[in-house]
């Protein structure tokens, strides 16, 4: 039996987990004093000795100490294994020194992860600069991709579809998605010169003109990098582009801005709970803990 903890908003795709284990599921107490500090209380003490935390790390400041102190509460009650199923994991885009006095943070925060828990499984981690997570990770990791549910709501649901990655980082998913659904692909030229500044190079796409735009991108953040996109297909005469994010951050109010835009349908996956998530991808991560909680922790390499 697996005990399988959901951290607050994550309580879909821990019970989807739990369900398909037939595991034990704890709900936590995760809230602040009124100092700010964190507070954590397990709900149950008799627990498993092989756990696993449900936590989508989207706003990690606010997370990981929450995090910390319920590891230590779980091993302080017997866990002996403790996983964590992060459908979203942060702190990657920041994958080397882009000015002086910066550090890489993405190094730093996949050490403290990996000092407090045995394993961990997410979904489409932005790998750009690292070839895999085990560059920057000491524990065993597992990489979920959701390319081909992508691709299967794209064929369900978009006529004539041109997929069209905003930039060479989105290459990956563009190109997979594309080759699952059968579809068209383009690779644009993407200009990042600050947080919100970003400029994106649209080549003529006048001969796509029937078809239906699918924007593919992992992250959608201040979504700057969709909404130029956005903004040149429908001046090149394009219908309104389907924007599809595996990860809908959304920061401030991104997602409005976005529809403002001109959009077509906004569609994200569950990674982090949000109104425009139509692609699921619970059950697959259910598969794959449940796999990898039956792994003796010797075999788990990395
Ligand atoms: C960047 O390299 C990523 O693949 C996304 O393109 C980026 O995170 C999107 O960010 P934003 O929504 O802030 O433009």
Known sequence: MTTILAMPGNKAAAETIAANLHGQLLHPTVRRFPDGEAY????????????????????????????????????????KRVGVVAPYLAYLRQ?????????????????????????????????????????????????????PLIARWIAENVDSPLLIGPDSESAQWVRAVAEDAGAPSLVLEKIRRGDKDVEVSVPDVGRWRSHTPVLVDDII?????????????????????????????????????????????????????????????????ADAVRHYVSIPAGNMGQ
């Open 95 to 147: 994958d080397r020194v882009f000015q002086p006095g910066e550090t890489v943070t993405s190094r730093h925060f996949a050490q403290l992860v990996s000092r407090i828990f045995d394993w961990l499984i997410t979904i489409d981690p932005h790998l750009h600069r690292y070839g895999s997570l085990a560059e920057a990770y000491s524990i065993p990791t597992q990489v979920l991709k959701a390319a």
């Open 221 to 285: 953040s201040t979504a700057r990098t969709m909404i130029e996109t956005v903004g040149h297909l429908k001046r090149a005469g394009l219908p309104p582009p389907v924007c599809i994010g595996v990860h809908a951050v959304f920061a401030g109010g991104a997602y409005e801005a976005l529809q403002a835009a001109g959009a077509g349908r906004i569609v994200t996956a569950n990674t982090i709970v949000h109104a425009s998530n139509r692609i699921d991808v619970h059950g697959m991560i």
């Open 40 to 79: 954590v209380r397990l709900d149950q003490t008799t627990l498993s000795p092989d756990v696993v935390i449900v936590c989508s790390l989207d706003r990690p400041d606010e997370k990981f100490l929450p995090l910390a102190f319920l590891v230590a509460a779980l091993r302080e009650h017997g866990a």
